[in-house]
C-alpha cells in the first residue's frame, strides 16, 4: 500500500482567512483526490487532482473556494479559501497504486473555522 | 447515476457478537467495483477490502466475511466473534472503475461493547 502523508493534521481558523492542506505520498500513484467529510456525514469527493493541469471538480465545488495544485506524481495541495464555519470538516487525501488499483486515503485534516 | 444505502445508521452489538452490516447499491455500469472501508474514532479512513462486479465469490479474511450478491445489488459485510476494537465508522463504496472517484454510502456506526 502507499504511505499517505497529510499536514497539517488539524487546525483552528479565522473566518475569512485561507489554509492550504498538503498531500505527500511515499510512492507511485495514478490519481489523486481530495474528499471533504463534514461532521457526522460520509465522504464527498470535491475534486480530482491533475499533474500540471487544472483540478476537474464535482459539482457543488468551484475552483475559486478550493484551488487545488498537483506540481508532480506524489504531491498536491488543497487550499480552503475565505473559509466560514460551514467549511469546518475533514478533509482527506486519497490515492490509487499505480500496482494495485485500490484507492488509499490519507489520514485527514480537521479543519475548525470560528 | 450510482447510489450506495447503508440501512443501518447505528448498531450495538456485545462483545463476541456477530454482527452484519449491510449495503445497497445502484448503478448502471455492467463494471464497477465495491469497496468497504472502516474509520476507527482517529478518523483515518482503513481500507478493507474490493470486490470487482464480476466475482462473487464470497471472501472470509480472518473474522470478517463480505457476501456479495449481484441479483440483489447487495455487499454485505459481517464481523464474526465481534471486538472493542471493531468499534468504528463502516462506509460501504461503489466507484465505475479501479481507479475512479468513489461514491460512498452513509456509513454504520458500530459499536461493540465489552
Known amino acids: 500500500s502507499a504511505v499517505i502523508s497529510q499536514k497539517p493534521s488539524r487546525d483552528i481558523c479565522q473566518r475569512g482567512t485561507s489554509l492550504t492542506i498538503q498531500c505527500q505520498v511515499d510512492?507511485?500513484?495514478?490519481?489523486m483526490f481530495w474528499y471533504r467529510q463534514q461532521p457526522g456525514q460520509s465522504l464527498t469527493l470535491i475534486a480530482t487532482?491533475?499533474?500540471?493541469?487544472?483540478?476537474?471538480?464535482e459539482s457543488g465545488f468551484v475552483i475559486d473556494k478550493f484551488p487545488i495544485s498537483r506540481p508532480n506524481l506524489t504531491f498536491s495541495t488543497l487550499t480552503v479559501s475565505n473559509m466560514s464555519p460551514e467549511d469546518s470538516s475533514i478533509y482527506l487525501c486519497?490515492?490509487?497504486?499505480?500496482?494495485?488499483?485500490?484507492?488509499?486515503f490519507g489520514p485527514g485534516t480537521r479543519l475548525t473555522v470560528l | 447515476a450510482q447510489k450506495v444505502t447503508q440501512a443501518q445508521t447505528e448498531i450495538s452489538v456485545v462483545e463476541k457478537e456477530d454482527v452484519t452490516l449491510d449495503c445497497v447499491y445502484e448503478t448502471r455500469d455492467t463494471t464497477y467495483y465495491l469497496f468497504w472501508y472502516k474509520q476507527p474514532p482517529s478518523g483515518e479512513l482503513v481500507f478493507l477490502i474490493r470486490r470487482n462486479s464480476f466475482d462473487e465469490q464470497n471472501e472470509i479474511s480472518g473474522r470478517y466475511s463480505w457476501n456479495f450478491q449481484k441479483s440483489t445489488s447487495s455487499f454485505n459485510f459481517t464481523i464474526t466473534a465481534s471486538q472493542v476494537v471493531d468499534s468504528a465508522v463502516y462506509f460501504c463504496?461503489?466507484?465505475?472503475?479501479?481507479?475512479?472517484?468513489?461514491?460512498f454510502g452513509p456509513g454504520t456506526s458500530l459499536s461493540v461493547i465489552p
Open positions: 487532482a491533475n499533474q500540471g493541469s487544472e483540478a476537474t471538480y
Open positions: 486519497s490515492v490509487v497504486h499505480v500496482f494495485t488499483d485500490t484507492q488509499y
Open positions: 510512492s507511485q500513484v495514478t490519481m
Open positions: 463504496a461503489l466507484s465505475e472503475t479501479s481507479y475512479d472517484k468513489v461514491i
